[in-house]
């Protein structure tokens, strides 16, 4: 079968009335995600798992698998688009990645121009998803089966290389993100190990044989991390939204934006692709190429179009790139794919080379419904901008406190435990304060997600060469892999050594 | 940034680090299906953990004076409604997930904000009772809804 079979099957399982309804619920709470400061995507995905768990219990494991993704994709891509409505109407970010499109979107809000800057957003949004979408669907397939040809020891160095590029990029100070790693996997080697069956630091406590449980530990860190934050720095209440008045873009606006839109596209692709480098990078990077290439630099931060069309489709493409290492490699390259794949691993799907053949209805299902979810979000973007950016009038004194229960609700639904709840509200704490000192959350959760891979992974490897660590390095795929890992960390070393500012990664 | 919370963590983590080395010494050797037992990787971990955080004690000497950065107001909304919270889970299991969430989100609502008594209720009681219906009864899961007598 081809690649075009594969998609037309995955077209027909996207096609199902319920993964219809799934993508559909998946990009409109996406969308309030964005919109909402204060709720990233990575809490948004974080926090569904366990009510689309519940939503799917009935299901055959593989349909509920591919139904649950689809919602939390949607979500992931939703937030992309919600988060330029709040940036161009009250020029507060709803996330990371559209920081940029404050710039130019506010002051042409303010120029009375919010809807030809809001639907540029969407457009350009939805053209980038396509993009994504079709690179996804080119690259997919040789990349797998590239990948099939990897050992273990070539699979440890390629996941030690997406540990290393997300710490390399992750925060302000390169000690703490390792720490932060480290620390992520060493708490994955809690509970029984893997290969030998041998119980290590569980103290003889039933509760934690099976490890700590990722999505407790995610939920806690993110999405009650951020609420503590919220309720112990409430800031000031936001100021006046600005009016929308006509939403259809004019002729002059849509020509100045095309070629932004096409650039904006395959660059936020390919940062995408790229592990570490995720979503808010790619709109930063492409809001500075427009800059070069525009023949009026002078016009961006006045209301340029271009600076709104660029970034936000930019962003949008490397959401969707971000999903080509997780789903072909089984590596996610930044904290919300990480999260992704800690739900795939829950349905016991597990993302990688083998996943395009063990589970073509997961992968193509979730690659066509993308095209889906992608239309559905400018359809209701376009028309009900007005009524997403009410959402962000809902009162916070209501707000938060549901947060927190929903957080109960879906920790215990899949848990069942007190424990789990004691677990998630010290994460919360823990959360706040780590963030707050500027030790990055995402590296933890990644390396949690990863660190039983590598260390199976490692272990085999050494098994085949008789303990002979040798084999990491003499393998030339291997030996690359390390090299360009030790290269992530240490080129922004040598970068700050010189004092040149290094862009970071916020948490995306 | 934080110097004082900087040391604090760098000891921290340095203390952890320790106490994995040291418990890896009891996961018992057996290599079985593998070359290296299951104490050679949290091992290695904990030494490189140990490595970071004495190298983070060193770049919090280096700091220059930045403290008296804005600290946060609300400590007492924010321990209302944490220490509920974690009352909440303890009676979750005894008392039920309606009763308890109720009075979790009603003491919440209030903290936050005093006032409008029957919005805080409508609210709160709509979620209970809502979440849990269509949890149990629609989608079938389990949850325990009301104290057992």
Request: hydrophobic fraction near 50%; proline fraction near 5%.
């Amino acid at each position: 079968m081809g690649t075009l079979d594969f998609l037309l099957n995955g077209f027909a399982v996207a096609f199902q009335w319920q993964n219809i309804l799934f993508a559909f619920v998946g990009v409109v709470i996406g969308t309030a995600v964005g919109v909402l400061p204060g709720i990233g995507p990575m809490s948004g995905v974080a926090l569904l798992i366990p009510i689309t768990s519940t939503l799917t219990s009935g299901m055959p494991v593989e349909a509920a698998a591919a139904s649950s993704i689809i919602l939390l994709a949607g979500v992931y891509y939703g937030a992309m688009y919600g988060g330029s409505t709040t940036s161009i109407l009250l020029n507060t970010p709803g996330e990371s990645s559209s920081v940029v499109t404050t710039l130019d979107g506010y002051q042409m809000a303010r120029q009375g121009r919010a809807g030809a800057a809001l639907s540029i957003a969407a457009i350009g949004s939805f053209f980038a998803g396509i993009v994504s979408l079709i690179g996804l669907v080119l690259l997919a397939e040789p990349l797998s089966r590239v990948a099939l040809k990897f050992g273990p020891a070539e699979y440890f160095a390629l996941m030690l290389l997406g540990l290393c590029a997300v710490s390399g990029l992750a925060g302000k100070s390169m000690t703490k993100t390792l720490i932060m790693t480290v620390s992520g996997l060493l708490l994955a080697t809690i509970g029984i190990d893997g290969v030998s069956g041998i119980a290590r630091f569980t103290y003889d406590l039933p509760i934690l044989y099976s490890g700590l449980e990722f999505l407790t530990i995610a939920v806690g860190l993110f999405a009650l991390g951020e609420v503590f934050k919220t309720i112990l720095e409430r800031d000031k209440e936001s100021g006046a939204i600005a009016k929308i008045d006509r939403i259809v873009p004019t002729k002059q606006d849509l020509k100045d934006s095309a070629v932004p839109i096409v650039r904006g596209s395959l660059l936020g692709f390919f940062i995408g692709v790229l592990p570490g480098a995720g979503a808010t990078l790619a709109s930063f990077f492409s809001y500075i190429a427009e800059k070069k290439f525009s023949k009026h630099p002078e016009k961006f931060g006045k209301g340029a179009i271009e600076g709104v069309a660029g970034p936000e489709s930019a962003n949008n493409a490397a959401s969707g790139g971000a999903l080509i290492p997780l789903l072909t490699l089984g590596i996610p390259g930044s904290g919300t794919t990480a999260i992704l794949m800690g739900a795939l691993i829950m349905y016991n799907v597990q993302p990688g080379p083998l996943l395009f053949n063990d589970h073509p209805e997961v992968a193509w299902g979730l690659i066509a419904s993308m095209f889906i979810g992608n239309l559905m979000l400018l359809v209701l973007n376009m028309p009900l901008v007005k009524v997403f950016a009410k959402i962000i009038q809902t009162p916070k004194k209501y707000l938060l406190p549901i947060i927190v229960a929903i957080s109960f609700f879906g920790v215990y639904a899949v848990q069942y435990t007190t424990f789990d709840l004691y677990l998630l509200l010290a994460c919360g704490l823990l959360g706040y304060l780590l963030a707050k000192n500027d030790y990055p959350l995402a590296p933890l959760v990644l390396a949690l997600v990863l660190g039983p891979m590598i260390e199976n992974n490692m272990r085999r490897a050494l098994t085949i060469s008789n303990g002979d660590f040798s084999i990491f390095l003499t393998r030339p795929l291997s030996l690359t892999f390390i090299i360009i890992a030790l290269a992530w960390l240490l080129i922004p070393l040598l970068m700050k050594f010189k004092g040149r500012t290094v862009v970071v990664n916020e948490e995306d | 940034m934080s110097k004082t919370f900087d040391r604090f963590a760098s000891i921290t983590f340095l203390l952890v680090g320790l106490l994995f080395v040291i418990e890896s010494r009891s996961i018992s050797q057996s290599a079985y299906g593998s070359t290296v037992g299951p104490n050679i990787f949290p091992t290695a971990l904990g030494i490189i953990l140990i490595l970071l955080s004495i190298r983070l004690l060193f770049e919090t000497t280096k700091y220059k004076g930045q403290e008296g950065t804005k600290e946060p107001v609300q400590y007492v909304k924010f321990l209302i409604i944490f220490v509920s919270a974690a009352i909440y889970a303890a009676v979750l299991e005894p008392v039920g997930y309606v009763i308890s969430t109720f009075i979790f989100l009603l003491i919440a609502f209030q903290t936050m904000e005093r006032g409008k008594w029957i919005s805080t209720i409508i609210i709160a009681g709509a979620f209970s009772f809502g979440i849990y219906y269509f949890f149990s009864e629609f989608l079938g899961g389990s949850l325990p809804g009301f104290p057992e007598f």
